[in-house]
């Protein structure tokens, strides 16, 4: 279900520099990423710029400057654009003149190539999706077990030791779906996907995730059912919000950013949790059941899910 321009990384020959590295590189690598992580403020869910020189034909420098996402520091003295919450200063300009080179690197499905299950790379394309510029960015899918020098050099930048999803818009470079997320908000601003009542709706979903992986990945049989048990009352959570507003998504007629984010995980229940734990969402949790066929029934969802053989795929591990 990938969408347009999607590309394996092995078609994909070039981010910020176009060498290939050699097999001497590990010992470069290692440097740039102990030099990466010491930058200040090094961490996920932050912005930095970084421009990648090629000297002769391997990685020898890297420049890099950061700054916390959302603060006004960094200047980039070639493009004059300055960093502010992820916006630079040519955002009055039109959205067409905003579109840059834009890269969203996600993990990889079972056969390396296709569109794998992780849930935070499927909010961050459905946010793409449900802001209709997804024939604005490529798409690029990394093998987790056969990582791409470019892309740990990439991740290193940011402090990161090569996790999916990360985001390149020419020389912005962004890790943690979050971070993403926020300065998809800000450069493409309409369709506005913000939610009046976001806090409360964070609040009432945030234990769906955690609660139903703990389940999936319990070993010991007398924990169970008390696991479960605090699945359900995550669930119960969502419903009574679904119950007490008006919907039929989270917040309201339109799909938001909160729906974007719970949608893969609902997902990622409905498809393993029934496959081996014989979950289902109880039948009693109408409004959540409504929800749950409403947001994966949406145009946005449907074109930005993987199979649901991956996802399957991705929790057989645990039941080996």
Not at 5 to 24: A, D, F, M, P, T
Not at 91 to 118: F, I, T, W
Not at 141 to 156: G, H, R
Not at 234 to 249: F, I, K, N, Q, R
Request: charged share 25%; net charge positive; hydrophobic share 35%.
């Amino acid at each position: 279900m990938f969408a347009a321009r999607q590309h394996s990384h092995r078609c994909y020959n070039s981010i910020s520099c176009s060498s290939r590295s050699s097999s001497s590189n590990s010992s470069q690598i290692s440097s740039f990423i102990v030099t990466a992580s010491s930058l200040t403020g090094a961490k996920y869910g932050r912005v930095h710029r970084c421009e990648v020189r090629k000297l002769s034909s391997q990685l020898d420098t890297v420049y890099a400057t950061s700054s916390r996402y959302g603060s006004s520091t960094g200047t980039n003295k070639r493009s004059g654009w300055t960093l502010f919450g992820g916006v630079t200063d040519q955002a009055s300009r039109r959205r067409s003149e905003l579109v840059a080179d834009m890269k969203l690197y996600v993990k990889a499905g079972r056969d390396g190539k296709s569109q794998g299950d992780c849930p935070f790379c499927h909010y961050v394309h459905m946010v793409i999706a449900e802001k209709k510029v997804i024939g604005e960015v490529e798409f690029v899918t990394i093998d987790l077990k056969n990582k791409p020098e470019d892309f740990l050099v990439l991740s290193a930048s940011v402090g990161g030791t090569g996790t999916t999803p990360l985001f390149v818009d020419g020389e912005m470079v962004i890790t943690d779906s979050s971070a993403i997320v926020k300065y998809l908000q800000e450069k493409f601003p309409e369709p506005d996907l913000t939610c009046r009542t976001a806090d409360a709706v964070a609040e009432a979903t945030k234990d769906v995730f955690p609660t139903f992986a703990a389940v999936m990945k319990n070993k010991e049989a007398e924990k169970h059912a008390e696991l479960e048990q605090a699945l359900v009352k995550a669930l119960e959570a969502v419903d009574g919000w679904l119950t007490s507003h008006p919907g039929p998504y989270l917040c309201g007629e339109k799909i938001t950013i909160q729906d974007c984010s719970l949608a893969p995980k609902l997902f990622h229940l409905v498809v393993a949790g029934k496959r081996f734990r014989s979950f289902e969402i109880p039948l009693r949790l109408e409004a959540l059941r409504r929800y749950s066929t409403a947001v994966m029934s949406s145009p946005a969802f449907v074109s930005s899910a993987c199979a649901e053989k991956e996802v399957i795929y991705g929790w057989s591990k645990f039941f080996r």
